[in-house]
C-alpha cells in the first residue's frame, strides 16, 4: 500500500501565502516525480508545478515567480504559495510517479486540500 498523504490548505486573505506538504509513505522503493496540481469549480485539473527527483522544476504559467515547489526528500515535497490570488481557488492534489517495492510504476494521487483566497 502506498499513501500521498497532504496538509496545509486552509483559508487565506488574497496577498497572502501557505505552504502545503505531501508525505508518501507506504511499499516505496523510489520516487521519480512529485508534484502538485489543482482543480477548480467547474475546470479541469491542471498542473501547478513538479519537481523531479534530481530537482528540475517546472511551472504552470500562471504561478510563476509565486510559488516555489522544493523537495524535502526523497519521500516529501513542499509548495510554498505566496502572493495568493482568488483565482488560486481551487483544491490542490499532490501527484506522484512512484517505484513501488514491487519494481512496478504507479502514478498515485493524495486526497485533495482546500485552497481559498478571498478577495
Known amino acids: 500500500q502506498v499513501q500521498l498523504v497532504e496538509s496545509g490548505g486552509g483559508l487565506v486573505q488574497a496577498g497572502g501565502s501557505l505552504r502545503l506538504s505531501c508525505e508518501g509513505s507506504?511499499?516505496?522503493?523510489?520516487?521519480?516525480?512529485m508534484g502538485w496540481y489543482r482543480q477548480a469549480p467547474g475546470k479541469q485539473r491542471e498542473l501547478v508545478a513538479r519537481?523531479?527527483?534530481?530537482?528540475?522544476t517546472t511551472y504552470a504559467d500562471s504561478v510563476k515567480g509565486r510559488f516555489t515547489i522544493s523537495r524535502e526528500n526523497a519521500k516529501k515535497v513542499y509548495l510554498q504559495m505566496n502572493s495568493l490570488e482568488p483565482e488560486d481557488t481551487a483544491v490542490y492534489y499532490c501527484?506522484?510517479?512512484?517505484?513501488?517495492?514491487?519494481?512496478?510504476?504507479?502514478?498515485?494521487w493524495g486526497q485533495g486540500t482546500q485552497v481559498t483566497v478571498s478577495s
Open positions: 519537481i523531479s527527483s534530481g530537482g528540475s
Open positions: 501527484n506522484a510517479l512512484i517505484t513501488t517495492t514491487y519494481m512496478v510504476d504507479v502514478n498515485y
Open positions: 507506504g511499499s516505496i522503493f523510489s520516487i521519480n516525480v
